[in-house]
Every structure is written in C-alpha cells, then in structure tokens.
C-alpha cells in the first residue's frame, strides 16, 4: 500500500480523497494556487505545496510544477481527482516514467477511450450497442449532408476529443448542417486542440443513465447499479439518483452487462463509468467512457455501501476485487450546489461566503470544502457543494432533500439552492417524468 498520495486537484474532491487516506493510514500531499491558499484541503492535508498562479494553466494543469512537488514530498502515487489532468493520458504515462503510480488506469486505457471515435469502433467491436451513426471522423460537409441524408434527421455532430457539450450540434435539417458543421469544428479545435468531428444519429427524449465500474489488475470487472443524470443544463449535470425511476430490473441487469462487456474490452483497471442514451422504449446506446471518479460517485456509494474512493487506492496498489455485482439498496438524490445566480441564465457568482449554515440529520451527506469567510475564486469550476439525500424510498429520499435544502443557508453569494428547492416540488420530477431536455422548459418562478 502507498505511504503517501499527492491530490493533484482542488475543493471538495481533493477533500474527499484526504479523508478516506487518512482512514486508510496514508499520509497526504495537498497542491494548491496562490488562489487557493485558504482552501480546506490545503489545511486538512497532513502537506501543502504552492504550485503557481490562479489559473489552471499555470497550478493544477502544470505538470512540471505537480511532478515537482511529487518529488519534493516523496509521494509514491498521484490521485487526479476528476477534471484537470485526471483523463490525460500524457500524465498518467509521465507518473509512470518516473516511478509514481497514477491512480487510475493505463495510459493506453485513457487514450482508448478518451477519443470518441476509437471509443466506439472499441464498443461496437465488444458487442455493446452504440448509437447510428458515421464509421469514422467527416472529411467535409458534403460527407455530413449525405449521411445525415442516409440516417434520416435529426442528427447530431459532436467532437471526438470533447466534453461537457462543447462541440456539439444537433441538427434538425439539410439546410443547417453546413453551418452546424462549422461551429462545431471551430468549437472543437478552440477548446481541444483537435477539430475531428464525427456524427450519430439523435436520440429524441433521452435519458441519460450510466453504470459505475470497478475493474482491478487481474481482468476482474463488476458493476455497481446505475446513476440517473437525466436532469442537466446545457449538457451540465445538475441531479444524479440511484436507482433511475426509469429503470427495470431486466434493463439494469442488461446496462450492467453492457457495461462489463465495455470496461473487459480494455482490461480495465481502476473505477471508471460507462454512459448510456436511453430512449423512451429503453433501448440503450454507449455514449462514453470516463475513466476517473466521478463527481456524483457518492450517489453509489450510498445506495450500496461502498467506499470506491478506497476501491481506486487498493486497485491502483494491486489488491483483488471481490468481481460482485451491486445493486441500490436503497435512494439517493444529489444535488449539485452552484455559486450561480438562477435567475440570471446561471451566471457565476464567485466572492465572499459571509454567513453559512449546512443542513444535517438523518439521511443528509454534505460533500463540500467551503466555510463562514471562503472566498469562491473565480477561477474554476462553480460547484461548491453536493449535497445527498438517503432514504428507503424516492419518495423519502425527496422528502428529506426538501427539508435539507430548507436548512441551506448560504450567504453573500448567489447559489443554485432556489433551483433545487422548486425542482424537488415539480409534478413531473416527483413522478419520475423527465428527460435530458427537462430543464429546457423548466420555469423558475
């Protein structure tokens, strides 16, 4: 087992991972920004190295400066954590060279799966169903015409190497794909540094759904039940359950296949996720792979007792996994805390937290890094907190998130707490009624 983890992130994932090191008996190293300095990771960890400026590309993007402070601290292994460098492949191969181990999979692992394309030819090649669409990346719009064409509209053109939504286009008719091809090339090449762009064919009132995995050294792999993350916002996650309302135990045992299928065509080691489109006659189609942790992988964990921050150490240190198969045992409801005004499309609201109360009680598990005096930087994601509601039934797992979101106070900055407390009483959200596109039509009075 490792003596010592350097986190190369920041806020409530950073925090999440000292925790379960410190009950494991390993030792912590915390990076952070001059903006961070104040952050309760830095504090908690049993080390702190300054690691450059605010931004992400001079601190928690700056290899050089991570691998350094590695060095410095003698830490045998590097956790990611989600976001920053926890899918780049270069990284992990980079830990590799000098005798760190990355926590998390392969080098060849992450660049299988981290590029769409070879994502699918790798799903389609497993056995597992992928969504219609083009064999390889579009040459030109006239390629796109012609498909689009074949397939039928609408479709959808998204970037090979992209995420949270940039890069993608839906189209609904001839006449827009010329333009909608452009965009998203450009979108694409801005924001990844590569402009392929391939096209599937658009699946109408969609849920999106996907499997938690778990695979170690020895080719063992087993799924722990599904996440519900239907409830979005410009492709930006906002509430995770589990088990999905919409969810059948046929279906669950054959999404959890899939997704074995999935994570065994690579040999997967390491806890990752599989994502699947599910349409209104629950038919499903691979999507993607993440190969990290998750930011909602304490939906999981509450519904089947399992530490995966734990599982990803002891795999990472070449220790077996049992190969079981896990299934809710009871509902989770999280929601995603913002600091983003809701009544104003969203905007980010970084500054001062002057006054901050956290809901507790039975059944409430607040997963965050702020405090009375935190000043939210500017400079990174908006998410400040998660909070997660555990009960026996949706029902109550509803109630007691109502009533947490009651207790939230939150002052000096604008959140996303008004959003949830009206969405948890909407009609069709209580009965399960929803799909990606929910929000879309969803008024915040």
């Known amino acids: 087992m490792f003596k010592k983890i350097l986190i190369a992130n920041r806020g409530e994932i950073a925090l999440r991972i000292i925790r379960t090191c410190r009950e494991m008996g390993i030792k912590t190293v915390a990076v952070y920004s001059t903006a961070d300095r104040d952050s309760l990771h830095v504090r908690f960890a049993d080390e702190a190295v300054c690691i450059g400026k605010p931004q992400g590309t001079f601190s928690y993007l700056n290899v050089q400066a991570i691998m350094a402070a590695a060095e410095i601290t003698n830490a045998d292994a590097i956790h990611p954590g989600y976001g920053f460098l926890a899918e780049n492949a270069d990284f992990a191969e980079i830990c590799s060279r000098y005798n760190i181990k990355f926590i998390g999979p392969t080098p060849e692992m992450i660049r299988r799966m981290g590029d769409k394309m070879t994502a699918k030819e790798t799903m389609i090649a497993a056995g597992v169903p992928v969504i219609p669409g083009s064999e390889g990346l579009l040459e030109s719009v006239a390629e796109a015409k012609k498909l689009a064409g074949e397939m039928g509209y609408p479709v959808i053109l998204k970037a090979t190497a992209g995420g949270g939504g940039k890069g993608m286009r839906v189209v609904w008719q001839e006449s827009e ?88 065509a690579i040999n997967y080691e390491s806890v990752g996720t599989i994502e699947f489109l599910v349409d209104k006659h629950r038919n499903f189609y691979f999507m993607e792979m993440n190969t990290r942790i998750q930011v909602e992988h304490g939906v999981t964990e509450e519904v089947t007792s399992y530490d995966l921050v734990k599982e990803q150490i002891k795999i990472a240190a070449g220790e077996p996994i049992s190969g079981k198969n896990y299934e809710p045992t009871m509902h989770a409801i999280e929601c995603r805390i913002n600091a983003e005004d809701p009544y104003n499309d969203f905007r980010p609201s970084p500054g001062m937290i002057q006054v901050l109360h956290t809901p507790g009680g039975h059944g409430v598990r607040i997963d965050s890094h702020i405090y009375a005096g935190y000043v939210i930087p500017p400079f990174y994601d908006s998410m400040i907190a998660k909070i997660i509601a555990v009960a026996q039934t949706r029902e109550e797992a509803i109630s007691t998130m109502e009533r947490a979101l009651s207790e939230y106070v939150i002052e000096g900055v604008k959140t996303t707490i008004p959003f949830h407390q009206q969405l948890m009483k909407n009609k069709d959200f209580r009965e399960g009624n929803f799909t990606t596109k929910f929000t879309e039509t969803f008024e915040l009075r």
């Open 177 to 264: 794909i010329e333009k909608a091809y452009d965009t998203a090339k450009a979108e694409a090449g801005a924001s990844f540094k590569n402009d392929g762009i391939y096209m599937e064919k658009f699946v109408e009132e969609p849920r999106h759904i996907e499997i938690q995995v778990a695979g170690d050294q020895f080719g063992t792999v087993c799924h722990l039940s599904e996440r519900d993350c239907s409830i979005q916002r410009r492709h930006q996650k906002l509430v995770e359950e589990s088990p999905s309302p919409f969810m059948t135990p046929e279906l669950r045992q054959r999404m959890g296949e899939a997704a074995i299928k999935a994570a065994s």
